[in-house]
């Protein structure tokens, strides 16, 4: 019978101020967790605010205005809130020390700030919804941004501190992982998902500051109309896209690259397999963080600029497909000649594989220049984006919220409520958003409050989609909380892993390891090692 | 490869007093050089020759003062990877920026200056048709 | 956490590293990759000023000779001899000439601040004439297209590299202290090697900001 | 080609329809296959490897990579998405290199509605009339935001910028009507600033122009302003059932007073009706937004008077 550790890193130390000035990684990890799960109710109530009112045309919910309030925010808290953090900074933050074998990350101190200045930006962001919010879409498009009445300073602001965040964690990574390796743990010797952290931290480090000064001259283009991207003082509109998307491009990796390697963790696991093309998974995250800074034109193929610059970022966008390409192909054959099981996290990965798929496949449409062309700023794109960072991102999510679970609270939640839930959020988010394709290619443009009749069925499944969709999510936040104090403790190694982390107690003691490991096995060694599950 | 940094002693890496005082001299120097350039017409190549002047000051403080020249390799790589990220960001602007008028030149003047909400009076009630053919003719393609 | 429970580990070793080495080597690293962000930073007024004097390159002539170019040239000596002694106050402190570091690192803060004092006197002189960036220019000698960009990108490159001026003050000043108070040393002077390359960093951008926007022709 | 309307596409209605949409299903079917590789791979092996209880775990194959299969399936997607790259460039082209004969028609895009001005001096909101089987080429600028132009059944899109004019063209194959989107976010009224393409036979366009271009002058001010009042968009913010929308109803309101913004009262006249038009945030009514845009440029003298007549009228 699996027993608690007595002493462990949730019961070392007492009281609020041991948790909100925690050095510990993993204390900081389970402040981001809840953090973000905060964040992701309050983007997954717009989202249902949003299909409600498109459950038919005309009004049904609000005014148009507060329609377009409610767009904004669901897209801003979701990606600077939620997605972005979501697995470094909360996953991330947790296992990266304990996959490396390290007590802790290199600049702890730095590490809290991160989380501080995450509550400080969102802090803005409810300044802003408190103000009377903001509706010009997440992306702040000038001229727009810089005439409407509504609350975009101190939103831009809150992007501006949350950059930071990302920064302070991406930059405490790239050291980390540089530095603080056990010895015999290689490059090559690395679990994946350390090497997918690596390469968003890359991103994160090069691309944010970029976000950074955007929000700085928009900032500055609404209070004194510095003429660099308000058309009325002489700037250019198309110039600030380019801003703009030169760091939310390669956003969309920060948020996917972490994701894939929790998915060659999970595929591996629970097939008990050695991960097929190790060396490829590897090259290709740092090959997609590379090519992902040479893409951001394509999110501007009619925004007016130039025929030759949308032909080469055409050709370019093309050449980042590769890489997630062939990183699919690596997971199916990991689990060629496996020992598959199929716990919740499993069905994570196999639902990551599905939609993810298709979400790459449409992908390849909107970088066709003709089709986008047709595509660009319709449903098509919602849809391509939502399997990306939802069906890609957030099942991986997911399935690492399920895998490390018991070895964040040393407990597992119910199996049973757990497929269920999965079962839910699958179909559920099938029914909301593939009906966005066809929408799209109907001609269905986005951001529409209201909407010609014609659209109306698909609409009304889409919505009652995000319905079955939410019912998932409630059974899952209810048996997760649940089994926090109740669920059955877990022992060290639940799954049978190899990765470092399974080696030590579940909950970690406060420097993660008893005595510093050895590296004695990679991390997929299971052509060698039949580690005894704990469950 | 942090593995054979773990076994040195933290020993400081002390360069020559001459080093620092001849790379201050250089930068000095080449600090007049690239101002008493700049009153000379050169046309285009003023702002090319103080950037050149200037690239090589930056190097002088960067592998001498921020010791990349001795230190390990990676800082440097670090240093250059954001001025070429740098480079590509001005690189794929420049572009568009610079190329938008290849199938269409346009030459009419941009639409802001009569624009009603720039310029609520420089339009008035009756050149509607007038003001409809004199964009028509003044967007000549080439 | 600190590392006073570990007697083995002198006491500016961290408990999570295990040699003085490999925590210095992360904390060089760790800033390295924080000047890599500071040149993105910067690197997007970088683009606004490529692409603005490629649209009016006569404006941006005509509006540069505004700018004084001997207060630019004596702001550029004044930032690159700070940068000379910041250099020579870590030289001291790796050969443990404490007195001698603190003494440089004074005359680095006070060219710091006369740096801070011929930009006062430059924008003051640009507030009187008008020449202000965006909406608020009201100068009428300027041919060319929207010449307020130029005082919008003047302003903005100059006002952020002056934050970093002001922030970098407030750094040598924190190291200045604690050099004061010996905790710097041969063995451990990390906090002042970092402040130096953050240092170096503000003058390196000088370096590019002075040619762009004093010497363009 | 010519297509008709399918589960994803609907009906093409220009020349160059045919050609994104052979290219659109190229990829549908492309992307058919690749997804039935992978789910194929997903649930063999899912069900071919499962580990069943009781069953021995043993060690698996230590199989850690394959060369030959690695380069075929990085190789063979390369060398699609190239094709697919040229294809869609191909297409692409066509889409910006206008005829020689193509008619030109200037957009304005403006807080919600597109102004169409034709050479001949016939002007329209929210219908663009052209001839079919003529190339028209459209001269696009917009008074405020950025909007976009995009009529789904012709697969053509293009932002409309403020500070500078874009173009697009295209060939209607037939008659009949379309609809027209702006697709770039501008605002409140974003989701209604739709309007309709409307395609004619050459001969019936010439004579549309021709009274397009002298309209109204048979009608009485009334009648005209009636019709003013859908075809110039004023019914978009401007309910005539004594509604809110984005603006106040104008039915039953003339002659009577109302309280403005800044505190004061007005009567609402002849002269406060042109105002209105003219110079919209000069007297706001209370509880209103100051968004209507000013006609200044876009409605003749005569077109506001009957749309005074109209409003008075409306009792």
Known sequence: ?535 | ?142 | ?217 | MDTTATLFLPPGGSTIAGEVDALFYFLVYASIVMFGIVLAGMIFFGLRYRHRQGDAAAPTAGISHNTKLELTWSIIPTILVVIVFFWGFNVYLKMNVVPKDAMEIKVTGQKWFWTFDYPEGANTVNELVIPAGKPVKLLMSSKDVIHSFFVPDFRVKMDVLPNRYTIVWFEAKREGTHNLFCTEFCGTGHSSMIGTVRVVPEREYAEWLETASNVGSDLAPEQYGERLFVSKACVTCHSLEGKSVVGPPLNGVFGKPVALTSGGTVIIDENYIRESILEPQASVVAGYQPVMPTYQGILKDREIDALVAYIKSLQ
Request: aromatic share 16%; hydrophobic share 50%.
């Open chain 2, 1 to 142: 490869m942090h593995m054979s940094q773990q076994n040195k002693t933290n020993t400081p890496h002390v360069l020559p007093l001459q080093v620092y005082l001849g790379t201050a001299a250089a930068l000095f120097v080449l600090t007049v050089v690239t101002v008493m350039v700049s009153f000379v017409d050169l046309g285009g190549w003023n702002i090319v020759v103080a950037l050149a002047v200037a690239s090589v000051k930056a190097a002088a403080v960067g592998l001498i003062f921020m010791h990349l020249w001795f230190d390990r390799k990676v800082f440097l790589v670090i240093f250059l990877a954001g001025i070429v990220f740098l480079t590509i960001f001005i690189g794929l602007t420049m572009l568009d920026t610079m190329r938008r008028g290849d199938i269409y030149q346009i030459s009419a003047d941009p639409i802001h200056k009569n624009a009603a909400m720039y310029d609520t009076t420089a339009v008035t009630t009756d050149t509607i048709p007038a003001a409809a053919d004199s964009t028509h003719s003044a967007a000549n393609e080439k």
């Open chain 3, 1 to 217: 956490m600190d590392g006073h429970e570990h007697s083995a580990h002198p006491a500016h070793l961290a408990h999570h590293f295990s040699e003085p080495a490999q925590q210095a080597e992360s904390a060089k690293m760790g800033m390295w990759l924080f000047l890599l962000t500071e040149v993105l930073l910067f690197g997007g007024l970088f683009v606004a000023y490529t692409v603005f004097p490629a649209w009016n390159p006569d404006m941006f002539f005509n509006a540069h000779k505004h700018l004084n170019v001997y207060l630019g040239t004596l702001n550029t000596f004044v930032l690159i001899s700070s940068s000379v002694t910041m250099a020579l106050a870590i030289r001291s402190i790796q050969l443990d000439r404490r007195d001698v570091s603190i003494r440089y690192l004074v005359v680095t803060l006070l060219l710091a601040a006369a740096f801070l004092v011929v930009k006062y006197f430059e924008y003051s002189h640009k507030i009187h004439l008008g020449q202000l960036p965006g909406k608020f220019y009201t100068f009428t000698g300027i041919e060319g297209t929207n010449p307020h960009v130029f005082f919008s990108v003047y302003f903005a490159m100059t006002g952020l590299h002056g934050v970093h001026v002001l922030a970098g003050m407030s750094v040598i000043g924190w190291v200045l202290m604690r050099t004061r108070r010996g905790e710097l040393s041969s063995e451990y002077y990390t906090p002042m090697e970092m402040t130096g390359l953050y240092w170096h960093l503000v003058d390196m951008i000088w370096i590019f900001l002075f040619p762009l926007l004093y010497l363009i022709g």
């Open chain 1, 1 to 535: 019978m699996n027993t608690i550790p007595e002493k462990n890193f949730l019961n070392a130390t007492r009281g609020w101020k041991s948790w909100l000035f925690t050095l510990d990684h993993k204390r900081i990890g389970v402040l981001y967790l809840f953090s973000i799960m905060a964040a992701f109710l309050v983007g997954g109530v717009f989202a249902i605010l949003i299909r409600l009112e498109l459950l038919g045309p005309g009004r049904n919910l609000m005014e148009a205005d507060t329609y377009n309030q409610v767009f904004t925010l669901h897209g801003a808290i979701m990606i600077f809130l939620f997605i972005i953090p979501s697995i470094p900074a909360a996953l991330g933050n947790f296992l990266l020390p304990q996959m490396i074998g390290a007590k802790d990350v290199a600049f702890p101190r730095l590490n809290l700030a991160s989380w501080w200045v995450y509550i400080l930006g969102s802090i803005f962001a409810v300044i802003s919804i408190a103000m009377g919010s903001v509706d010009t879409g997440w992306t702040f498009y000038t001229p727009y941004a810089t005439e409407t009445q509504t609350s975009v300073i101190s939103m831009t602001l809150g992007v501006f501190i949350l950059g930071f965040s990302s920064i302070f964690t991406g930059l405490n990574f790239i050291v980390t992982i540089h530095k603080m390796r056990l010895p015999g743990q290689t490059w090559f010797r690395m679990p994946l998902f350390v090497w997918g952290l690596y390469a968003t931290a890359i991103i994160q480090v090069l691309a944010t500051p970029v976000l950074g000064i955007t929000m700085v001259l928009l900032i500055l283009e609404r209070v004194a109309g510095i003429g660099i991207f308000d058309p009325a003082m002489g700037g250019d509109p198309v110039l600030y896209q380019h801003f703009f998307w030169f760091y939310s491009h390669p956003a969309v990796y920060i948020m996917i690259l972490p994701g894939m390697g929790i998915i060659s963790e999970l595929i591996s696991t629970f097939s008990k397999k050695r991960i097929f093309g190790y060396t490829a998974i590897a090259y290709s995250s740092l090959a997609i963080a590379f090519i992902s800074f040479l893409v951001w034109g394509h999110h501007m193929f009619v925004s007016g600029q130039s025929q030759l610059a949308a032909t080469i970022f055409s050709f370019l966008t093309f050449l980042v497909g590769i890489p997630s390409g062939i990183k699919i192909f690596n997971w199916l054959a990991t689990m060629y000649k496996g020992r598959i099981t199929f716990e919740t996290p499993m069905l994570y990965a196999l639902s990551f594989l599905f939609l993810f798929t298709i979400g790459g496949l449409t992908g390849i449409f909107l970088g066709a220049l003709a089709v986008d062309i047709h595509l660009h700023d319709t449903y098509f794109v919602v849809a391509h984006f939502h399997y990306v960072m939802v069906g890609g991102t957030v099942m991986a999510f997911l399935g690492g919220i399920h895998y490390w679970w018991p070895k964040i609270w040393g407990r597992m939640y119910s199996e049973f409520w757990a497929k269920i839930a999965a079962a839910f959020v699958f179909v559920g988010f099938n029914m909301t958003f593939f009906t966005q394709f066809i929408l799209g290619s109907q001609g269905m443009p986005r951001r529409y409050y209201t909407y010609m009749d014609q659209y109306q069925p698909l609409h009304a499944f889409s919505s009652v989609g995000s319905w079955v969709m939410a019912v998932g999510f409630i059974i899952m936040g209810v048996y997760l909380f649940h089994s926090i104090k109740r669920g059955r403790p877990a022992g060290n190694n639940p799954w049978g892993a190899l990765t470092l982390e399974w080696e030590t107690t579940s909950p970690p003691p406060t420097e993660n390891f008893v005595e510093t490991p050895k590296f004695s096995h990679g991390p997929y060694d299971y052509d060698k090692n039949v580690p005894e599950r704990t469950i």
